[in-house]
């Protein structure tokens, strides 16, 4: 492939001997924002310390269970069944807990790992814990029917008719079972966002139900102080964590800022533009790229929170966020009034200046994830040539921001290009169908030669950034300098 033609704002990319492969956002107005104010700065050790507490919780629970009797259990057949089925369910309880706080929203987790981390790891560990649960219900029933004339039927009736807290274990198993199944990819694909993120509040009844049946019926806990010390205490500090940051600090949050809506913004195509005012929203701390979860009071479907990203970098007295309307709270942007009343959980989210490494910058973005990065591009520190943001889009006319795009690009010396056209069927891809003689590699280091010297960020569909996240490694870009944010739940 010949070089790369220089690309550079308001000019035109072209593929050689091809149709051109991009196109220059348009020079428009003045975009009217505010200079962007600077924001905080992440602590690397933060990720650590997290980390480490995990760990310690699960070598804690290990250590209880061996200073218990653990280990001499294994010495028969019904025992070593027991024993085994024990430290299961103590393990499985702690993952519990654990998913539970990594989705408390706990400031110095959540500016550690970003919501698309915390979301892989809240999963990873849902779905080991449920494992193990399963694995302790049926250890405990065959090492107890193992040890009696009662049988294996007869076992499982004792359990719940006769020991305390079994029926409201049997409860919880339910209740986390429900959560689960809607947790496959198939399922989840079949709900909506609202009807999920109700059922999964499941979660919680089944964590707490859980608990009885330990401290009254648990070998680990009768007679146990610093077991029941430990349990109570990483019970309690979940359920601590879940009411100040999910509950407590929002409110507290939203009644000192009082944000109010502003203005309302058709943007055509099914996109609505919502600014949003406030007393010293400086003090929120919000950065261009990160999001928070809102609540428009008043409107169908308040009680749900939504999570939308900042589309403008915040100056301190507005904050605009943008969305298509693929949904029942998305679409129902467009019937708000100035004046109504708004609530705001966060900001949440690692797509942001913070995790910035590098000097230069690629913004890649595709149909509305182009929101976080048009505050991006606006607010980033920067020289003129630093940055350069692709927005991959069906066709030009569907380029959301595109003004908006090149007056900024053109105001900072930055590169904004459009990538129009249909999706590529042939392979799975990144790219337009007009680009199918290029690798997504070769694409990508066709526009920016220089990306490996690069931080990537990235937002879009899923599936789309799979592929630019695989073609800016195979590129040369360090995962480490790969920055992305999801927003499928």
């Not at 069944?81 to 929203?105: F, N, P, Y």
């Not at 990873?124 to 449920?130: A, I, P, Q, R």
Request: proline share 5%.
């Amino acid at each position: 492939m010949s070089a790369a033609p220089s690309v550079t704002a308001g000019t035109e990319a072209t593929v050689p001997g091809r149709d051109p492969l991009t196109q220059p956002t348009r020079p428009a107005g003045a975009t009217g924002r505010r200079s962007p104010r600077p924001g905080r700065v992440d602590q690397p050790w933060w990720r650590d310390a997290a980390g480490v507490l995990a760990w310690l919780s699960m070598l804690v629970v290990v250590a209880l269970w061996v200073s218990n009797g653990g280990v001499q259990g294994l010495g028969s057949v019904s025992g070593a069944l027991t024993t085994t089925g024990r430290l299961t369910g103590l393990i499985a309880s702690d993952l519990l807990l654990i998913q539970v706080l990594l989705m408390a929203r706990i400031p110095f987790v959540e500016r550690s790992y970003g919501q698309d981390e915390l979301a892989r790891r809240h999963r990873l560990v849902g779905f080991t814990s449920f494992n193990l649960l399963w694995a302790h219900i049926v250890l405990i029933t065959l090492g107890y029917a193992a040890s009696t004339s009662l049988g294996l039927w007869g076992t499982i009736v004792d359990f719940v008719l006769n020991y305390p807290g079994m029926l409201l274990a049997l409860a919880a198993t339910g209740a986390l079972c429900m959560v689960v199944v809607t947790s496959v990819r198939k399922a989840r694909a079949r709900l909506r966002y609202e009807s999920w993120h109700l059922i999964h509040l499941y979660a919680y009844l089944g964590a707490g139900l859980a608990l009885p049946h330990q401290l009254w019926t648990g070998l680990d806990f009768i007679g146990n102080r610093a077991a029941t010390v430990y349990w109570w205490g990483l019970y309690a500090a979940a359920v601590a964590s879940v009411l100040a940051f999910r509950v407590v600090l929002p409110l507290v949050r939203s009644a000192r800022h009082r944000l109010v809506v502003s203005e309302v913004v058709d943007e055509g195509q099914g996109v609505t533009s919502v600014v949003v005012t406030g007393r010293r929203l400086d003090l929120l701390g919000v950065r261009a790229g990160q999001f928070l979860q809102w609540r428009f009071l008043g409107a169908p479907g308040w009680t749900r929170s939504h999570p939308y990203s900042v589309s403008a970098a915040p100056d301190g007295h507005s904050l605009r966020i943008t969305a298509a309307h693929l949904g029942d709270g998305s679409s129902a942007l467009a019937s708000l009034r100035p004046g109504s009343r708004v609530a705001v959980e966060g900001p949440y989210g690692r797509l942001h200046a913070g995790v910035r490494t590098r000097r230069k910058v690629l913004l890649m973005a595709s149909g509305i994830g182009v929101t976080p990065m048009r505050a991006l591009l606006e607010e980033l520190s920067q020289q003129p040539g630093d940055v350069t943001l692709i927005h991959r889009v069906r066709d030009p006319g569907s380029a959301l921001f595109s003004e908006e795009l090149a007056e900024l690009a053109q105001a900072r010396g930055a590169t904004a290009l459009t990538v129009p056209g249909s999706r590529l069927r042939t392979r799975p891809s990144w790219l337009p169908e007009s680009a199918a003689h290029l690798s997504d590699v070769e694409a990508l280091r066709h526009l920016v030669p220089d990306v490996a010297e690069r931080d990537v960020f990235v937002c879009g569909s899923p599936q789309w950034m799979d592929h630019v996240v695989a073609a800016a490694e195979q590129a040369g870009v360090p995962r480490e300098h790969v920055h992305v944010e999801r927003f499928s739940y």
